[in-house]
C-alpha cells in the first residue's frame, strides 16, 4: 500500500470518530509516512469553526517520523468555483480538497455539475476534488478530466465510496480514472477515514487502477516527496520539517 494518505476526518467533524492522536498511533501500524487531515469546511452542518483550520498553526508538522498536513475536505458551494476556504484559513492550511456534499450543493443536473466542478477547479486554490465519481452529482467525465490536467488539479479514487459511502460509485470511478490517464492528469488516493482503522486502506482504488492500467507516475500518494512536489509546483511553500520523510 501507498504511504501518504490524503483524506481523512478527525471527531472535529462530528460524524467522525478518531482523533488527531489517533491516526498518528495508526500510521505506524499502516506504513503511512505522511497523512493529511481534511475535515469539512465550515459551511457542512457539523463541520468545525473557522478557528478550527486557522488554529492548526499549533500541529507539529512530525510525531514519531509521521508527518501531518494541514488539510480540508472544501465545500464547492456554486458554479463561479466559490468554496467555503478562503482569506485566513486558506493560508493555514497546507492542501485543499474540494467536493460536493448535498447540505451545500443540492444535486441539480450534470451540466450544472460539471460547470461548477470546472469552475472550481479554475479557482487556483484547490489541489485535489474529492470522490468526483459520487452518482448524486453526475459530470461529464471526460470534461472534468480534461480540465483537472489543465489546471493542475487530481482528481481522487476514494476507497470509502466502494464500501460505506457514495452507493453505485464504481463505474464512474473507473471511467474518471481512464479519463485522467488519456487526459495525462493526476490521481489522489484517499481512505475518507472516519475512524483511524481505516488510514491508508486503499483496496479497492487500487483494483480500478490496475484495471485500467494507470500509470505509476502519475498517482500522487507513491511518496510523499512526492506529493509535497506537486504541492510546491502548486505554489504551496516548502515544508522543511518534512525534508526527510
Not at 147 to 169: H, I, M, P, Q, W
Request: aromatic share 6%; charged share 20%; hydrophobic share 45%.
Amino acid at each position: 500500500m501507498y504511504p501518504v494518505d490524503l483524506h481523512m476526518h478527525t471527531v472535529a467533524s462530528t460524524h467522525a470518530y478518531s482523533t488527531l492522536h489517533d491516526y498518528v498511533v495508526q500510521a505506524k501500524t499502516s506504513n503511512i509516512k505522511l497523512f493529511a487531515i481534511t475535515d469539512h469546511g465550515p459551511d457542512m452542518a457539523d463541520a468545525p469553526h473557522a478557528w478550527h483550520f486557522i488554529n492548526m498553526r499549533i500541529w507539529p508538522r512530525v510525531v514519531d517520523g509521521i508527518g501531518i498536513l494541514r488539510g480540508i475536505e472544501a465545500n464547492i458551494k456554486n458554479t463561479r468555483g466559490d468554496i467555503d476556504c478562503t482569506g485566513p484559513m486558506l493560508d493555514a492550511v497546507d492542501l485543499v480538497v474540494a467536493g460536493f456534499h448535498e447540505p451545500v450543493f443540492p444535486p441539480q443536473d450534470k451540466a450544472t455539475h460539471t460547470e461548477a466542478m470546472i469552475a472550481a477547479m479554475a479557482n487556483g486554490d484547490v489541489h485535489i476534488i474529492s470522490h468526483p465519481g459520487n452518482p448524486k452529482f453526475p459530470v461529464d467525465i471526460p470534461a472534468i478530466a480534461a480540465a483537472a490536467a489543465k489546471y493542475d488539479v487530481a482528481l481522487e479514487l476514494n476507497n470509502s465510496s466502494f464500501t460505506t459511502s457514495r452507493a453505485g460509485s464504481e463505474p464512474n470511478c473507473r471511467a474518471i480514472a481512464a479519463a485522467v490517464r488519456d487526459a495525462g492528469g493526476r490521481l489522489a488516493l484517499g481512505s475518507d477515514s472516519h475512524t483511524a482503522f481505516t488510514l491508508g486502506n486503499f483496496e479497492h482504488c487500487l483494483r480500478i487502477m490496475q484495471e485500467v492500467d494507470f500509470p505509476q507516475d502519475r498517482v500522487l500518494n507513491v511518496t510523499p516527496r512526492r506529493l509535497l512536489d506537486f504541492l510546491e509546483m502548486r505554489g504551496r511553500a516548502r515544508i522543511e520539517e518534512f525534508a526527510n520523510l
